[in-house]
């Protein structure tokens, strides 16, 4: 057999190892220099753990919880080795990170030679600007996630679990992971103002793209804090309302920036000073005769007052205690920087106020940019113009304009006309080479050369055939399947949708608590559980994560008849079923009643024997056992609601028998049977190999009933219930 890999992936992986073994032969003199600061950075951060960030982390949890539950919340480690392995493996990354620039510091020439260092025609200046601007960010985002969003989220997540009748019992590792990804997405977060003003400045993205596309963000910005934050709404909206105002105050930072570049060529900064004298006299004057009643008539006092009254510790000291100096000389310097403050804020008003209105047709912010009147523009506003004022522009039309400059003695714009039309044009016949159906294979982008690689795996999966038995024929059929029901994709999805937040909000209210009191009161005497069992939350979200995979289940399971009843008709047209579309509420009703059955008898009399079975010893020993949410959860969830699955997994296979899948197809293909169970123990269960089994066996012993149940209904698969697929009828 041929590679899986195309020659292209298989040429970029070659050449991937070829650059690493010559950045490391290129930084071998250099690599003791290297692993110095990685080891200074691994010990630092190990011993800082030890010493300082553990208790400050502890701090910041309990920040906002009561007495209550400060009493009854613990962070425990569940093996002697946590503490340790944790802190070298958290020190092993952040010496990784200091190192990695060094080494690509030593390795550039390895670099340079590929083409891979970077040419920035950018200012050194301008460079440490903006990393300082970067690490200022972060520190911003850090700081508002462990001073506002961790003290109010771990107080609310572990109130929620003690109201749910569960310890928060976190372990060390699983809480300091949890903190740690939540630091670097706030970090990360807080990186938009200088993204997005960047991204505008340098025309990369327009500032109007993101002013105009400010839903997108919105929904980008939900998303994105569904994947860095617990799944509840209370830090849903502690994570996105600053997000959303950050976003609104970086779309006004890259407006200023944006209009100050279009417009800095038609503004001199000392003409607006001179022309606003007046104005910023003023300005300093009363700056720093606010700063003079500041100190002087009680200004001081009553923000001192202020301070005290919200447990600050910091004062505002007298003019004489600060500089050094005597206090009427310190209080004129401080009048005389209140002074400068007010006069530099107001000279950068009022030279933004005039670079505005020098470009006030292009950054107006009203209407399409296509709409701007050319022809009503000066030689600098022509050049300025977005690329949207010439998208439409026939050459004519240029023309005309250009001959009318021409008439009016201004070559200058005459020309930019033309050349900003030439541009258009270099961007439309652009546009059209890249639709082009024929494209050069060597020329493919990453995309493509990902098509190829997956075509190739494919071809040699299925070795080029797509018969109705291998899997290039069923693929052929799933996308017909798929494609019937994409009209309905909307009605679909609202239901999943409802039904998930429905059952969602009933677990996230109460319903939890409902569900575990209620089961507990069905176990035998003999078990105590407030003295023997013990629920408990190593994770800070584990009780919301546990609702949302439970939620999502229930939907699913809701949903999948829907599916089936618009789906029926393309399963009869591919000859996958014979029955008519109302056959599915039959099948709805007899899954149903098989599930109801199943969890009837698995909640009175399998879940409780199997429980107590389980505990039996411990009780005796008179010991204790604390079980994680999830994994006591879904243990009543595959004693009650799975022995309802098990029993539906026979009445399932006659009905599939019933519809044209011959008991020689199922009895065929229990291998494929097997592994779509594993993918569906390995989504829907606990992590961990024995879970995925646990659930696979007693499916798999289910579907082996129902091949035995087949056997006799249909007689040794001579008689089947329907025809088999692919004979006539």
Same mark, same amino acid.
């Given at each position: 057999m041929s590679s899986a890999l195309d020659e292209d992936t298989q040429q970029t992986l070659a050449a991937g190892r070829e650059t690493a073994g010559a950045m490391l032969r290129a930084a071998q003199k250099d690599l003791q220099k290297v692993f110095i600061v990685f080891l200074v950075g691994f010990l630092g951060t190990f011993y800082a753990l030890r010493l300082v960030v553990w208790d400050f982390l502890k701090s910041v949890t309990e920040a906002q919880m009561s007495a209550h539950i400060q009493g009854n919340y613990d962070i425990i480690a569940q093996t002697p080795f946590d503490v340790i392995l944790l802190q070298a493996k958290i020190g092993l990354v952040t010496g990784i990170i200091l190192a990695a620039p060094v080494f690509l510091y030593f390795s550039r020439d390895a670099l340079r030679e590929r083409g891979a260092w970077p040419q920035s025609p950018v200012a050194t200046w301008k460079l440490a600007f903006i990393v300082v601007t970067s690490a200022i960010l972060f520190v911003v985002g850090v700081a508002y996630g462990y001073f506002v969003f961790f003290p109010f989220m771990f107080a609310f997540l572990a109130g929620n679990a003690l109201s749910a009748g569960f310890s928060p019992t976190y372990s060390i590792v699983m809480w300091a992971q949890f903190i740690f990804l939540l630091t670097v997405s706030f970090g990360l977060a807080a990186q938009m103002p200088l993204a997005i003003t960047g991204l505008s400045y340098a025309e990369i993205v327009p500032y109007e793209t993101f002013r105009d596309k400010w839903r997108y963000a919105v929904v980008a910005i939900f998303v994105f804090g569904a994947l860095f934050s617990p799944p509840d709404p209370f830090t849903q909206i502690m994570w996105a309302?600053?997000?959303?105002?950050?976003?609104?105050?970086?779309?006004?930072?890259?407006?200023?920036?944006?209009?100050?570049?279009?417009?800095?060529?038609?503004?001199?900064?000392?003409?607006?000073?001179?022309?606003?004298?007046?104005?910023?006299a003023g300005s300093a004057v009363v700056g720093g005769l606010l700063v003079y009643l500041f100190y002087e008539r009680g200004g001081r006092t009553a923000f001192n007052g202020l301070l005290a009254r919200f447990g600050s510790d910091y004062r505002v000291l007298e003019p004489g205690?600060?500089?050094?100096?005597?206090?009427?000389?310190?209080?004129?310097?401080?009048a005389a920087l209140g002074a400068a403050a007010f006069g530099i804020a107001t000279l950068a008003y009022v030279v933004y106020a005039a670079i505005a209105e020098s470009v006030d047709p292009l950054e107006a912010g009203l209407?399409?940019?296509?709409?701007?009147?050319?022809?009503?523009?000066?030689?600098?506003?022509?050049?300025?113009?977005?690329?949207? &004022?010439?998208?439409?522009?026939?050459?004519?039309? &240029?023309?005309?304009?250009?001959?009318?400059a021409v008439d009016e003695d201004d070559h200058e714009?005459?020309?930019?006309?033309?050349?900003?039309f030439d541009e258009a044009e270099e961007r439309r016949e652009s546009e059209a080479d890249e639709d082009a159906p024929d494209v050069p294979e060597d020329a493919g982008t990453i995309e493509d050369r990902a098509t190829r690689a997956g075509g190739t795996f494919l071809d040699e999966l299925t070795e080029g055939e797509k018969d109705e038995d291998d899997i290039g024929g069923y693929y052929a059929d799933l996308a017909f399947i798929f494609d019937s029901v994409t009209s309905k994709t909307f009605r679909i999805v609202a239901v999943f949708m409802l039904v998930l937040a429905g059952t969602f909000a009933w677990l996230y209210t109460g319903g939890i608590k409902t569900v575990y009191d209620n089961f507990l009161r069905s176990l035998p005497?003999?078990?105590?559980?407030?003295?023997?069992?013990?629920?408990? &939350?190593?994770?800070?979200?584990?009780?919301?994560?546990?609702?949302?995979?439970?939620?999502?289940?229930?939907?699913?399971?809701v949903t999948l008849p829907i599916? &089936?009843?618009?789906?029926?008709?393309?399963?009869?047209?591919?000859?996958?079923?014979?029955?008519?579309?109302?056959?599915?509420?039959?099948w709805t009703g007899s899954l149903t009643a098989g599930l109801l059955g199943g969890f009837v008898l698995g909640y009175a009399y399998i879940a409780p024997t199997i429980i107590s079975w389980l505990v039996h010893d411990a009780v005796t020993a008179n010991m204790i056992i604390a079980y994680r949410i999830t994994n006591f959860f879904w243990l009543i969830f595959f004693t009650t609601a799975g022995i309802g699955i098990l029993a539906d997994v026979p009445v399932a296979m006659v009905l599939l028998n019933s519809t044209g899948v011959s008991y020689q197809t199922m009895r065929n293909r229990w291998r494929e049977v097997t592994v779509g169970v594993l993918a569906f123990a390995a989504v829907f269960t606990p992590a961990g190999?024995?879970?995925?089994?646990?659930?696979?066996?007693?499916?798999?012993?289910?579907?082996?009933?129902?091949?035995g149940v087949l056997l006799?209904?249909?007689?040794?698969?001579?008689?089947?219930?329907?025809p088999a697929r692919g004979e006539d009828v």
């Open positions: 309302l600053p997000l959303l105002f950050l976003y609104g105050g970086s779309l006004y930072l890259a407006k200023v920036v944006v209009t100050a570049r279009r417009g800095s060529e038609r503004i001199s900064v000392p003409a607006v000073a001179k022309r606003r004298w007046n104005l910023l205690a600060t500089l050094g100096l005597p206090p009427e000389v310190s209080l004129a310097v401080w209407g399409d940019p296509s709409e701007i009147d050319v022809a009503g523009l000066d030689a600098a506003g022509v050049r300025a113009a977005p690329p949207e &004022a010439f998208d439409d522009m026939t050459e004519d039309e &240029a023309m005309a304009i250009a001959g009318q714009k005459a020309q930019a006309v033309l050349d900003r005497a003999s078990v105590t559980p407030d003295e023997v069992i013990n629920v408990v &939350a190593l994770h800070p979200v584990e009780a919301l994560i546990f609702e949302v995979k439970f939620s999502t289940l229930v939907a699913a399971l599916v &089936a009843y618009y789906a029926w008709p393309a399963l009869r047209e591919r000859n996958i079923v014979r029955q008519r579309r109302r056959n599915v509420f039959l190999i024995m879970t995925m089994f646990l659930v696979t066996v007693p499916l798999m012993v289910a579907y082996g009933i129902g091949l006799v209904v249909t007689l040794g698969g001579r008689r089947n219930l329907a």
